[in-house]
């Protein structure tokens, strides 16, 4: 029998590595950052501190190859050392695995020329440059590519390029965006009237016009105005019409990425809610102790567990280079259900602590609401999935293909 659940013994010396290193540098740092305010200073001198450890160890760049100084991990060791580190907050921007840069490096890797890795990749891997993916735009639906309208006109050897942005995440403080714009008027298929470019940051044309509030608040998810930008030919990302494609190839690993992070955020709040119901007493016992509170962390576990093995298979699927369109939707639609479920479970055995700010749950609910539209909305994960089983019944006369193409 080829199933194996376990992980070699390097990979799991990397997570226990991962757990060492952000109990022994990542914790107290964040302790060190909270107890300043959040002060910009001490943020800054705490973050060079935790990549510097990071290299150290040897934890640095874990999804990238070695040539460009990462630890060569696939997607299935990969899962297990993200999940590991978004148990804190800092653990993967620690480890220069946090998006969007991981999910820029991946298409990066994939599409770029020798002169493009050389000028954006290799200083996204060292640590000196960070980026953003341009994509939404607030005139039209961001699930709906085809209807982008940020337009790129060639003029000789330059596109010169107007349009709109916004919700680009790291933008403030970015070295360069990959910007996707329409560039096709008369495409073979709608999905291919789009390009990617290289936009160096700052550039004239670019403006950041603010930081979009979020209901967390403000985390550098920027509107941006591009008016006149010209940018060289030479800066073109994949070929011409090839941005739906960039697009969709970018977002199954990084979407996958989000999961394993939004995993080790689910696991965090179902120890926490475990925790309390151990500590609190009420009405002649403890709160673990009643069945509607096992209920909460029964399902919380079950969907843990099967958020874990969709994410496996997923990577699993990526790494030995099958087909891994449905299982990432799947397990993108599911743990991002599951991260709010988890949550808001944990809130509610938490009581008005659970309601407050004493404990970082409500933050965490705030962060994670967004997991079930960006990346692909619930609802247009479902169509796909719901069209994929369709497909394969109506061929095959089964949907066994479209439910994971498991030998069961
Ligand atoms: C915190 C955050 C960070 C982000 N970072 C980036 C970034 O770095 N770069 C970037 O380009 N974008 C980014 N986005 C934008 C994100 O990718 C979009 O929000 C997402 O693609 C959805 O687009 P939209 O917001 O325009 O929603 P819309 O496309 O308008 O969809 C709204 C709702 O309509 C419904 N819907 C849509 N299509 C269908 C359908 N076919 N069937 C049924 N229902 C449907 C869904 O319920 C969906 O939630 C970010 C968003 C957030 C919140």
């Given at each position: 029998m080829a199933i194996d659940f376990s992980f070699p013994e390097d990979v799991k010396l990397v997570i226990s590595k991962v757990r060492d290193y952000c109990d022994q540098v990542v914790r107290p740092a964040e302790k060190a950052i909270e107890e300043s305010g959040d002060d910009r200073k001490t943020l800054v001198e705490q973050v060079i501190q935790m990549r510097k450890a990071a290299q150290e160890w040897g934890l640095w760049l874990p999804h990238m190859p070695e040539e460009y100084g990462g630890m060569g991990l696939g997607h299935v060791a990969m899962a297990a050392v993200a999940a590991e580190a978004a148990k804190t907050r800092f653990g993967p921007f620690a480890l220069n695995a946090q998006a969007p840069d991981e999910g820029n490096m991946h298409t990066l890797l994939h599409w770029a020329t020798d002169a493009q890795k050389e000028q954006y990749l290799k200083p996204l891997c060292s640590g000196r440059a960070r980026s953003c993916f341009a994509m939404t735009e607030p005139?039209?639906?961001?699930?709906?590519?085809?209807?982008?309208?940020t337009r790129a006109v060639k003029d000789g050897d330059h596109w010169v390029i107007n349009g709109h942005k916004w919700f680009i995440s790291g933008a403030r403080g970015a070295q360069f965006a990959i910007l996707i714009a329409r560039t096709e008027d008369d495409p073979e298929k709608p999905q291919a009237a789009n390009s990617a470019f290289l936009v160096d940051i700052p550039s004239d044309g670019w403006e950041v016009v603010r930081d979009v509030h979020t209901m967390s608040g403000s985390h550098n998810h920027c509107e941006i105005r591009i008016t006149d930008l010209r940018v060289h030919e030479?800066?073109?990302?994949?070929?011409?019409?090839q941005g739906h494609l960039l697009g969709q190839a970018r977002l199954g690993p990084a979407r996958l990425a989000h999961c394993m992070r939004w995993i080790g955020q689910a696991e965090v709040a179902l120890e926490m809610m475990i925790k309390r119901s151990l500590s609190r007493f009420a009405h002649g016992s403890y709160?673990?102790?009643?069945q509607g509170i096992q209920w909460m962390i029964a399902d919380s576990t079950m969907e843990l567990y099967q958020g874990k093995l969709m994410i496996l298979h997923a990577a699993y699927k990526i790494d030995n280079g099958l087909d891994f369109k449905s299982e990432v939707s799947m397990a993108k639609h599911f743990v991002a259900q599951s991260l709010n479920r988890i949550i808001d479970r944990a809130i509610q055995v938490h009581g008005a602590l659970g309601y407050s700010?004493?404990?970082p749950l409500a933050q965490m609910a705030l962060h994670a609401r967004w997991a079930r539209f960006a990346d692909g909305a619930d609802e247009v994960h479902q169509w796909r999935i719901a069209q994929r089983a369709i497909e394969a019944y109506s061929k095959t006369g089964s949907v066994g293909t479209a439910a994971g193409d498991l030998p069961l």
């Open positions: 005139e039209v639906a961001g699930s709906d590519p085809t209807l982008i309208q030479s800066k073109m990302l994949g070929e011409r019409g709160l673990a102790e009643k700010q004493d404990t």
